[in-house]
């Protein structure tokens, strides 16, 4: 009989309550299907155009379960090739990144061009005269489509284009990628993974709530030691304007914080006010502000993270519904001065990732909280928070648009209807950086 998987979220919005089944996170049945059903009808990400600064240029990537190969073609159109030989399975694509003008299967020698035609095949007189080499290239995503450089895929042919699925999530990213002229993936790959279910992540990436608790020792002891004061960390949880989570369309969400005042050197203060005011030449003043005056995580339904303040995009998929695989890069601006560089890189390695002041701790907590799910006689998880108040980052708002979109996705029968917030009366805007 096939699964029902009715009943796995309860949304009370009238009484301000909205709980999961822990079900969602322990049962291999579910994860089949969101195979099925969140994957498999979504966009999702591969990488960034200036992975591929040439033709012939490549990296390899894992995306649904599958190998794919991310490649720029002698014409310079970016291509996403599965890599399976149509011959006996075999991949043919043995490098992490590089560049080639073929790839070649190793176990029959089967060899294709950056297009991922059969260009070459060993003993070809053995083949009979229906054996066309047309017949045979590699397999392609149903969809492949760019936004500014970030290639995304889907394995739904009839998917709404990229845009149109973005939904109102468009606005936020523009303010991500707007906040430089062009944009580029640093070289390195920062991977890892967990024993923890991959909904778990999603929460944590754009939760507010467990920051200060979570990562004492990064907000107050680093922060610290760098010269900095960990009271203007405490907007996070703070009722203050441009602090909140949102409820975006189609399961995607954000959280906002006004930054504070960071400590930077002169140099580094100098150059940043010079950005600033190209970015108020360019937009105003009012949408510079928007873009440099805020930190945000802008989660991309199913699993895509945008993490503005450590310029991270990080994904992440499922190897069994205790056990998730992690993926992330640098997405910092072209074109800077080398110290400045340094500087951007240097913030996005000190937080997040393996090495990181804040990754290990995520990990932690979301692996203890796996452990904590054997105990069956505790049903449900409680994602309530904010829903009767004006929300913040530290609420829960931006966490139930994902579950409420996973829901229908796996029980379609389920009509989500989005939170009304409460208006929020809220304090002055605390200072903020420069850029």
């Known amino acids: 009989m096939p699964q029902s998987f009715a009943g796995l979220v309860e949304d009370d919005q009238d009484n301000g309550l909205f709980r999961v089944n822990r079900r969602a996170f322990i049962d291999p049945a579910?994860?089949?299907?969101?195979?099925?059903?969140?994957?498999?009808?979504?966009?999702?990400?591969?990488?960034?155009?200036?992975?591929?600064p040439e033709p012939g240029s490549f990296v390899r990537r894992e995306v649904a379960w599958r190998p794919v190969i991310m490649v720029r073609d002698e014409a310079g159109t970016v291509r996403i090739l599965f890599d399976t030989c149509p011959h006996r399975g075999n991949t043919v694509c043995k490098e992490a990144a590089g560049k080639t003008k073929r790839f070649q299967c190793f176990y029959h020698g089967w060899t294709f061009n950056t297009r991922g035609e059969l260009i070459s095949v060993p003993d070809s007189a053995g083949y009979g005269p229906g054996f066309d080499k047309k017949n045979f290239p590699l397999a392609t995503p149903p969809r492949?489509?760019?936004?500014?450089?970030?290639?995304f895929m889907s394995l739904k042919a009839d998917i709404v284009d990229l845009v149109t699925y973005f939904g109102r999530a468009k606005e936020y990213l523009d303010l991500i990628l707007n906040h430089s002229e062009d944009v580029e993936i640093v070289p390195g790959q920062q991977s890892y993974?967990?024993?923890?279910?991959?909904?778990?992540?999603?929460?944590?990436s754009i939760d507010g709530y467990h920051a200060m608790m979570t990562h004492e020792r990064y907000f107050i002891d680093y922060m610290e030691d760098l010269g900095?004061?960990?009271?203007?960390?405490?907007?996070?949880?703070?009722?203050?304007?441009?602090?909140?989570?949102?409820?975006?369309?189609s399961g995607h969400a954000v959280i906002e914080n006004p930054i504070g005042k960071l400590p930077m050197s002169a140099n580094a203060a100098q150059h940043l006010g010079k950005v600033r005011a190209e970015l108020e030449a360019k937009f105003g003043r009012e949408y510079t502000e928007r873009m440099v005056g805020f930190s945000r995580n802008l989660f991309i339904f199913p699993n895509l993270i945008f993490v503005q303040n450590f310029r991270t995009v990080r994904t992440f998929y499922p190897a069994s519904?205790?056990?998730?695989?992690?993926?992330?890069?640098?997405?910092?601006?072209?074109?800077?001065p080398a110290a400045i560089r340094r500087l951007?890189?240097?913030?996005?390695?000190?937080?997040?990732?393996?090495?990181?002041?804040?990754?290990?701790?995520?990990?932690?907590?979301?692996e203890n909280c796996q452990r904590g799910f054997a105990v069956r006689e505790m049903e449900w998880s409680d994602i309530s928070r904010g829903m009767k108040r004006p929300p913040t980052s530290s609420d829960?708002?931006?966490?139930?648009?994902?579950?409420?979109?996973?829901?229908?996705?796996?029980?379609?029968?389920?009509?989500?209807?989005?939170?009304?917030?409460?208006?929020?009366?809220?304090?002055?805007?605390?200072?903020?950086?420069a850029a």
């Open 193 to 204: 993974s967990m024993r923890a279910n991959w909904k778990l992540l999603v929460e944590n």
């Open 144 to 151: 492949v489509e760019t936004y500014r450089g970030l290639v």
């Open 396 to 433: 829960e708002i931006q966490m139930r648009a994902f579950w409420r979109r996973w829901y229908q996705c796996l029980y379609p029968s389920y009509a989500p209807q989005m939170e009304r917030p409460v208006p929020a009366q809220v304090a002055a805007v605390p200072n903020r950086r």
């Open 228 to 249: 900095g004061s960990s009271k203007d960390w405490e907007s996070i949880v703070a009722p203050i304007p441009g602090n909140t989570g949102i409820e975006l369309d």
């Open 30 to 52: 579910v994860m089949e299907e969101e195979k099925r059903t969140v994957f498999g009808q979504s966009w999702l990400y591969v990488g960034h155009e200036s992975e591929l």
């Open 321 to 336: 519904p205790d056990y998730l695989k992690v993926n992330a890069w640098a997405l910092l601006p072209k074109g800077e």
């Open 344 to 366: 951007r890189h240097d913030n996005f390695i000190s937080f997040l990732g393996p090495g990181g002041f804040g990754t290990p701790d995520d990990v932690e907590a979301l």
